[in-house]
């Protein structure tokens, strides 16, 4: 039996639509990440993203975007229901239940950061540089980021790794 090597993850949303507060506030262990209608980040959800993987939590579409928070991943890929819900904000009317187009994770929240680590300062820190968010045109909501991305990031939000 083989464990899985722990992977890291940035989850972008918009804090007006749902924002680090919110799913701190959740009065469930932990909150599904639904409504990602992206297929690349689609199959992240659905192939890679495993139960304990970190997740850098960013708040995109603000005038200072900033990874603002941790969180855990509590629950592997599984079919995004709300797909199927014409009452749902992510309806999808060509989703089908039982062949699923869409999926999401469940996730926990962790920490805040006292200190937000900005997209400025992520462009301008050494070993940053690389990081998908940095990159001109990137807009993937649900990106990887590599251990050491991860360290540096914790480091700059005076959080430990």
């Not at 928070?69 to 592997?76: K, L």
């Not at 079919?79 to 819900?85: G, I, L, Q, S, V």
């Amino acid at each position: 039996m083989t464990s899985q090597t722990k992977r890291y993850w940035l989850f972008k949303s918009e804090p007006s639509g749902y924002s680090i507060d919110d799913l701190r506030s959740e009065p469930k262990e932990a909150d599904h990440w639904d409504g990602v209608r992206n297929y690349q980040a689609r199959n992240l959800l659905r192939d890679e993203i495993k139960k304990g993987d970190g997740v850098l939590f960013y708040h995109s579409r603000i005038l200072e975007p900033a990874v603002v928070g941790e969180c855990v991943v509590t629950r592997d890929g599984y079919p995004d229901y709300t797909a199927f819900d014409s009452r749902e904000k992510h309806y999808d009317p060509k989703s089908d239940a039982s062949a699923p187009r869409w999926f999401m994770v469940d996730i926990k929240f962790k920490k805040k950061f006292r200190q937000p680590v900005t997209l400025n300062q992520i462009k301008q820190t050494p070993g940053l540089e690389k990081m998908m968010v940095a990159q001109k045109g990137s807009r993937l909501s649900i990106q990887p980021v590599t251990e050491r991305e991860w360290k540096i990031i914790l480091e700059l939000a005076g959080e430990k790794a």
